[in-house]
Structure formats: C-alpha cells, structure tokens
C-alpha cells in the first residue's frame, strides 16, 4: 500500500511527540512542553484551526515520517503573500530510501506559498533541498558584543567552554569584542508602537525581504510567546518610532549534580531602526536594558545587510571577523561550544533579490524566525 500522508490533528500530538523523541531529539521541547507545539504549529487566520500545520507520512496508519510547516506572510518590498517555514523534518530510517522525504517536503512546497524555507538545516539534508531545486544558503551572520567591563566573565564563559585553550587566546576573542564604554541612553519606551502598522511598518516593509514584522507577527512572536520574556525597546523619532526586540539568556552548564548556572546574555532578535541616527539612540537603550538586566554581552543573527551595518557602528563586531569567532558558544542551555552556524535553505522566486551575509542584503532574517529562538 502506498503511503498516505495528511496534517495532524489534536489527538496525534502524544504519536508525534514519541516520534520526535525517537527520530528528532531525545526529550525535545516540543514533547516537553505541549502548549509551545500549539504555539508553533497552530496559528488562528493562518491555518485550518482544526490542523496543526504539520504533516504526516503514515504506512497502514503507523507514523513514518513527519514536517511541520509554521504559516507566515511573506513580504517583498511591500509586496505580501503566503510563506512557510519549515521544521523537525524527519523520516524513519527504514522509509529514507523511498519518496517519502520529497513527498513530505511537497506538502508545504505548494503553489499558494511564495516562500517556503527551511531555517537550521544540516549539511546531510542540504543534499535535499538542492536535489528539490532549492536555494542552500551561506550561514546566517552573527554579531557579537561584550559589555564594558566584562571582559573577564566573557574569558571565564570561554575557559569553561574550551578549556584547553590557552589564557592568552581567550583573552584575545573576549577583547575583539569589548566595548569600550556603555553609550549614554536617552528616551525610550518598553512597547510596540499602536500605530506600527501604519506608520513604521509600511516603509520597512517596502525595502525589505522576509515575514512581515507587522503587528500581528510582532504580537504573536513575541508578547505572546508560552515559554520565553521578550523584552521590547522602542525609540521615537518624530512620526518614526525604532524597535528592538530582546530576551535574557541564562547560561547554564552540565556538571554531574545537573545544570549549574553560568552567567547571562543578551539576544537580541529584532533590530528595525527608524534611522541610522535613530539605530545609535536605539543601540544605546538596547545596550543599557541589557547591562542592568545583569547580562555581560548581547548578540544578533541577522541576513540583513542595513541593520548589521548600523549594529556594526553601534559597537557589534561580527564574529566572522576573528579566527576564533566562530567558537564563540551560541547554544547556552547547557553550554556547548559546537559554535553558532545556522545553515539554511529555501523555495522562491529565483529572480528575487539573493540572500546572503552582503552587506546589501535586502532580506530582513533574524534568529527569531521559524523556532530557530526556541528552548532547547
């Protein structure tokens, strides 16, 4: 018999759950913590509400292979269309050799969506996507700062995460990345302007590439987020109003007794300034909220040339920048030191503007998109 596939409904979530424990992650999240599943794979205008948008391969009833899809609106210098990010694709050893996995894909890779992406993918499935005539892109840009003063906490994370490094070359990484002084902040607010939609995100959406940050996504991302408190900073200019979106990380490391605290860290996953003198007065506020949240460094994922440009002047550095940059850990909870690259792929018009780590980069891609900022 052929397999069948479908989108799951409320009462599979205990069948995907072992599934993702078994082929996906032992003890993952998503099994976890059943209301961030919801979250994700249910949004209300975006998918038939009694669907998860998240397909399943079944053989004879008995679960094969699984892919979520996460529904967004896809803009296109001011142009708007369906979109999906795709997740936890994964097939059961014995069906891999089969069609099962480019069928899978084929259920979000559908005409109605102009964007289908898949953000955090491994070397072995980007073989998939480029055999599906998909477009696998160069790591998302990290950029990294260490707080005035710091330097010593940001050695200490280093030493615990590669404790044969020498003094010396933990010193020099921390340094590459100091601050020299904290920028003295002015007025700011701790809130997503009313009228976003109708003053601020119109004129980023119309040099921009990527989800919409409109209203509705910002609310939904990140005020309504189950698990995680994002923290908003906002700072007007006139009529504009620049915004900054961040949460406060825990860094926690695996000992034998269970997890010990580390330090904390800033991650920042918005950064949509009004102007580049507004984007100094917005890392600035940004840089304070994060110092007195007792954080001893920040850092940003973004394809966004613009706003990496405009970080860049504020202090962040690019961990590109450094031979060691890539080793600065990025997965905190527990501390890890595999590094930071994010590979990606993705379905689109192949005549629209490249994404890349340019410095012109139209498209508008943070770490918050897809589940990229997640628990682990």
């Given at each position: 018999?052929?397999?069948?596939?479908?989108?799951?409904?409320?009462?599979?979530?205990?069948?995907?759950?072992?599934?993702?424990?078994?082929?996906?992650?032992?003890?993952?999240?998503?099994?976890?913590?059943?209301?961030?599943?919801?979250?994700t794979f249910r949004r209300p205008g975006y998918w038939a509400e009694d669907r998860y948008s998240f397909a399943l391969a079944e053989d004879r009833g008995e679960l094969v292979g699984i892919l979520g899809g996460i529904p967004f609106h896809f803009n296109c210098l001011g142009r708007r269309s369906k979109g999906a990010w795709i997740a936890n694709y994964a097939v059961r050893p014995d069906y891999r050799r089969g069609p099962v996995a480019l069928q899978l894909l084929g259920q979000f890779r559908r005409p109605e969506f102009a964007a289908c992406v898949a953000f955090g993918i491994t070397q072995a499935s980007a073989v998939i996507y480029k055999v599906m005539r998909g477009e696998v892109l160069e790591p998302i840009p990290r950029l990294f700062a260490v707080l005035p003063g710091n330097r010593e906490r940001m050695q200490r994370l280093l030493a615990i995460d590669h404790p044969d490094w020498t003094e010396e070359r933990a010193e020099g990484l921390a340094?590459?990345?100091?601050?020299?002084?904290?920028?003295?902040?002015?007025?700011?607010?701790?809130?997503?302007?009313?009228?976003?939609?109708?003053?601020?995100?119109?004129?980023?959406?119309?040099?921009?590439?990527g989800a919409a940050r409109d209203l509705d996504y910002l609310r939904w991302r990140y005020l309504g987020h189950p698990l995680f408190r994002y923290r908003v900073v906002a700072v007007r200019e006139g009529?504009?109003?620049?915004?900054?979106?961040?949460?406060?990380?825990?860094?926690?490391?695996?000992?034998?007794?269970?997890?010990?605290?580390?330090?904390?860290?800033?991650?920042?996953?918005?950064?949509?300034?009004?102007?580049?003198?507004?984007?100094?007065?917005?890392?600035?506020?940004?840089?304070?909220?994060?110092?007195?949240?007792?954080?001893?460094?920040?850092?940003?994922?973004?394809?966004h040339g613009p706003a990496r440009a405009r970080l860049a002047e504020a202090g962040f550095r690019s961990t590109a920048d450094h031979p060691d940059g890539a080793l600065v850990p990025s997965r905190f909870q527990p501390l890890d030191g595999k590094g930071g690259a994010i590979l990606s792929a993705m379905f689109v018009d192949r005549s629209l503007p490249a994404c890349s780590a340019a410095a012109d980069c139209p498209w508008y891609w943070t770490k918050s998109d897809s589940d990229q900022d997640r628990p682990n």
């Amino acid at each position: 018999m052929p397999v069948d596939f479908r989108y799951a409904e409320d009462r599979d979530y205990p069948v995907i759950s072992r599934f993702l424990d078994e082929h996906w992650g032992r003890n993952h999240v998503y099994c976890r913590e059943p209301r961030l599943f919801d979250w994700t794979f249910r949004r209300p205008g975006y998918w038939a509400e009694d669907r998860y948008s998240f397909a399943l391969a079944e053989d004879r009833g008995e679960l094969v292979g699984i892919l979520g899809g996460i529904p967004f609106h896809f803009n296109c210098l001011g142009r708007r269309s369906k979109g999906a990010w795709i997740a936890n694709y994964a097939v059961r050893p014995d069906y891999r050799r089969g069609p099962v996995a480019l069928q899978l894909l084929g259920q979000f890779r559908r005409p109605e969506f102009a964007a289908c992406v898949a953000f955090g993918i491994t070397q072995a499935s980007a073989v998939i996507y480029k055999v599906m005539r998909g477009e696998v892109l160069e790591p998302i840009p990290r950029l990294f700062a260490v707080l005035p003063g710091n330097r010593e906490r940001m050695q200490r994370l280093l030493a615990i995460d590669h404790p044969d490094w020498t003094e010396e070359r933990a010193e020099g990484l921390a340094r590459h990345f100091l601050l020299d002084t904290l920028p003295a902040a002015g007025a700011f607010e701790n809130a997503i302007p009313e009228d976003w939609d109708l003053v601020d995100w119109p004129a980023i959406a119309s040099t921009t590439i990527g989800a919409a940050r409109d209203l509705d996504y910002l609310r939904w991302r990140y005020l309504g987020h189950p698990l995680f408190r994002y923290r908003v900073v906002a700072v007007r200019e006139g009529r504009r109003t620049g915004l900054a979106v961040w949460r406060l990380e825990t860094i926690r490391r695996q000992t034998p007794g269970g997890r010990e605290d580390v330090d904390r860290i800033g991650r920042v996953v918005e950064f949509l300034p009004a102007s580049r003198v507004n984007a100094g007065n917005l890392a600035a506020a940004l840089f304070q909220e994060i110092c007195a949240a007792g954080a001893f460094a920040a850092d940003v994922y973004s394809y966004h040339g613009p706003a990496r440009a405009r970080l860049a002047e504020a202090g962040f550095r690019s961990t590109a920048d450094h031979p060691d940059g890539a080793l600065v850990p990025s997965r905190f909870q527990p501390l890890d030191g595999k590094g930071g690259a994010i590979l990606s792929a993705m379905f689109v018009d192949r005549s629209l503007p490249a994404c890349s780590a340019a410095a012109d980069c139209p498209w508008y891609w943070t770490k918050s998109d897809s589940d990229q900022d997640r628990p682990n």
